[in-house]
Each structure stands twice: as structure tokens, then as C-alpha cells.
């Protein structure tokens, strides 16, 4: 018995030792999780947000670091990062931006300095803030329009006239023409733009027509019209407009122009919208009757719920996408419009459209058209005149 007693002894010293170890490395590795890895740290100093930051002047971009080699810059706006500058050295703690000409401007802009090369669980810092970068204030649009390489237009020229498509969206029931038209004038406002506004859309009888409605206005159909988003403020307190057709005629040329020339004529928030508006009969030579209604084929061998018989939704005071009355798999009769189909074949006309603009053709390859009919039921933005 006695013999074992230094065995024991030993053991529970073996023992004391491992857990203090154990101890020890436990509270190694608390003290490595909350301290250990400053030992590497990366903060973006500047900008840190609120700077108006101009096109053609040079701004530092500053850092600090430590424990890492090399950095990248990215410059966020909106979902689609761009690199700054790659690869280098994170000492240097500081970068020399100008700010290309040519550069999109405006606000929410972010920059976030990277360890390079990028890999997930790099260190990342990024401004506290967004900034702005801003065009340089100018006496005229003509160095806006030479970085554009297109026109933009003086809001105080005579006879400029400003158009805009609604951020709203509409079903047919649009409460007639003039509720279209109050509708513009209502948007107007909530963009804060002055004057009285006319939509661009037609109605059911020759006189009512998109263009006839136009030249009802003051000042008819004359003019240059512009986009109303002002692009730039010039130094006499006057906006610069990107052009939309140097008269009525150029600028409804528009809706009927291949993509690719759109994209260079239009801005792009009014260009994407240019593919969903109301737009009804243009002109005397519109459908008056039996459109093809843009959409899947009904269950009727006639198609029955792919044509319409009226083109401006019952005069846009109908949001439906069937006439009233009708239900799926119901027995069809002369009590519903009829039609033909472009191949002269009978059918009835149950479904309810307006004509729309629409985008056909390929991505990126197509070419608007103005006489897509779309149910009322669906939703389509507005263009809106200014008179």
C-alpha cells in the first residue's frame, strides 16, 4: 500500500499539470479572438462620406494599415463595384484619385479599400458615408454634351420643351383622357417640375389621337423637346437637358427606333421605361379594333382571350382583362365582339387591351414598337408633355 502512494502522487501531478495546460490554452485562445488579430487592421480614413467630390480634379483616398502587403480600391454605385486601383502597397496609406473625364456623377457613391488579391475573409474597410461626385459648374451644356457625345440643351433657350415617363404604373383604367392628364400633372409636381403637362396618349375617336392632342396644346406641336431631369445646373442658374428630338416629329421617332440607337440617344432610366407605356392611337393610321393581345393563348381554339376589340381600354376607363360578363370555359356567343385573325379565321374578342409600347426582338438587338396591345389589367407607365 505504501508503495503506491508515490505512484499516486505522481499522477495527480501529471494531472494538475495537463489542466493548467488546458486552462492556459483556453485562455490563449479567448485572448487571440478578441486581441489577437489586431494584429492585422485595415480603416479607410477618407472620404468618410458627405464629400462632393468633382469630375477632372484629383482627391486622396487614405488608409490606415497594418500586418497587411497590398490593398485594392473599389468604388461602389448601386450593384456594380469598379476598381479604383489594384495592387498596391498598403503602407503607402494613401492614393491620389482623379476622378476621370467622363465619370457617371451624382449621389451614393462608396469606397471601400480591400486586402488584394481579393478572397473571401479578406479585411475590407469601406467609407462611413456616401459622397457625391458632382460636373463642374459650366456657362453652357456644350461640354456636357461633348463627354455625353450627345446634345443636351439650355433650360432658358427659347421654346425647350420637357417631357418625362411617369415612375408610377397605371392599369387602363386610367379615368379617361383627362384623368391621364391630370395624372402627369400630378407627377409633375411630385418632381417638382412647374407648368402644365399634357399626357402622350390616344383615345378612340380621330380627334383624340396621341399627335391630335398635342397639337391641341398652346403651343402646338412645336418646339425642342428634352428630357425634364435636369442633367446639370449651370453657373447663370439655368439646366442642362438631354436632347429627345430637335422637333415633334424626331422626337416620336424615338418609339419606334432600334434598342442600340436608343441607348445612346436616351437617358437609361427613361429608356428602360420606354418599352411599358400607355401610348394608345398615335395617329390617324392606328388600330382602331381587333388587336392581338399580347400574352398566353386561352384555352379556345379561336384564341377568344387573345384579341380585343378596342385598343384604349373602353376609352382608358377599364382596368379589367376580359369584358364584363365573361368567365373561362363559358359558351360563346354574338353577344361578345367578334374579330378576325390575321390569317382571316373567326374569333371572338373577350379580352380587353390597350395599345402599348414594347421592346421586340433580341436582347440587346430589338426595336420598339408602338402598337403592342396589352391587357388593361396590366400596369404601363405614362409619358408626359410639357404644354
Not at 463642374?136 to 433650360?155: G, K, R, T, V
Not at 389621337?209 to 396644346?217: P, Q
Amino acid at each position: 500500500m505504501n508503495q503506491l502512494l508515490p505512484e499516486k502522487i505522481g499522477i495527480e501531478k501529471v494531472m494538475f499539470i495537463v489542466i493548467i495546460i488546458a486552462i492556459v490554452g483556453v485562455v490563449a485562445a479567448i485572448l487571440f479572438m478578441f486581441y489577437g488579430d489586431k494584429s492585422r487592421n485595415l480603416d479607410l480614413v477618407s472620404p468618410m462620406g458627405r464629400e462632393e467630390w468633382e469630375i477632372g480634379q484629383s482627391y486622396d483616398i487614405t488608409w490606415k494599415a497594418k500586418g497587411v502587403e497590398r490593398i485594392g480600391i473599389v468604388l461602389f454605385n448601386g450593384e456594380n463595384p469598379q476598381w479604383i486601383a489594384e495592387n498596391i502597397p498598403a503602407s503607402s496609406e494613401k492614393y491620389e484619385w482623379k476622378i476621370p473625364s467622363g465619370h457617371a456623377y451624382g449621389p451614393n457613391f462608396w469606397i471601400a479599400i480591400v486586402e488584394y488579391p481579393w478572397r473571401t475573409g479578406n479585411l475590407i474597410s469601406y467609407s462611413k458615408g456616401s459622397f457625391s461626385v458632382t460636373f463642374p459648374a459650366l456657362a453652357s451644356c456644350d461640354e456636357l454634351s461633348i463627354q455625353s457625345n450627345w446634345p443636351f440643351m439650355a433650360s432658358d433657350i427659347p421654346d425647350i420643351r420637357r417631357v418625362f415617363i411617369t415612375k408610377e404604373q397605371f392599369t387602363g383604367d386610367l379615368e379617361g383622357l383627362q384623368g391621364a392628364d391630370e395624372k402627369c400633372q400630378i407627377a409633375a409636381a411630385e418632381l417638382g417640375y412647374s407648368g402644365n403637362w399634357t399626357a402622350f396618349i390616344g383615345g378612340e375617336n380621330p380627334e383624340e389621337t396621341a399627335v391630335k392632342r398635342i397639337e391641341a396644346t398652346p403651343r402646338g406641336t412645336s418646339g425642342i423637346f428634352v428630357e425634364a431631369a435636369p442633367s446639370l445646373e449651370l453657373l447663370r442658374g439655368a439646366t442642362c437637358h438631354r436632347l429627345l428630338g430637335s422637333d415633334f416629329a424626331n422626337f416620336v421617332e424615338k418609339f419606334t427606333a432600334e434598342e442600340i440607337l436608343n441607348k445612346v440617344r436616351l437617358s437609361n432610366d427613361f429608356m428602360v421605361r420606354m418599352k411599358d407605356i400607355w401610348l394608345g392611337r398615335l395617329d390617324e393610321e392606328s388600330n382602331r379594333s381587333c388587336v392581338a393581345v399580347q400574352g398566353t393563348a386561352s384555352i379556345f381554339g379561336a384564341n377568344a382571350e387573345r384579341y380585343s376589340y378596342t385598343t384604349t381600354c373602353q376609352n382608358w376607363t377599364y382596368g379589367g382583362g376580359t369584358v364584363v360578363g365573361y368567365s373561362r370555359g363559358m359558351q360563346l356567343d354574338d353577344s361578345f365582339p367578334s374579330c378576325y385573325t390575321p390569317t382571316g379565321g373567326f374569333t371572338y374578342a373577350v379580352g380587353v387591351a390597350g395599345l402599348a409600347t414594347d421592346l421586340i426582338g433580341e436582347k440587346n438587338a430589338g426595336t420598339y414598337d408602338i402598337s403592342t396591345g396589352k391587357f388593361c389589367s396590366d400596369r404601363q407607365y405614362l409619358v408626359c408633355i410639357e404644354n
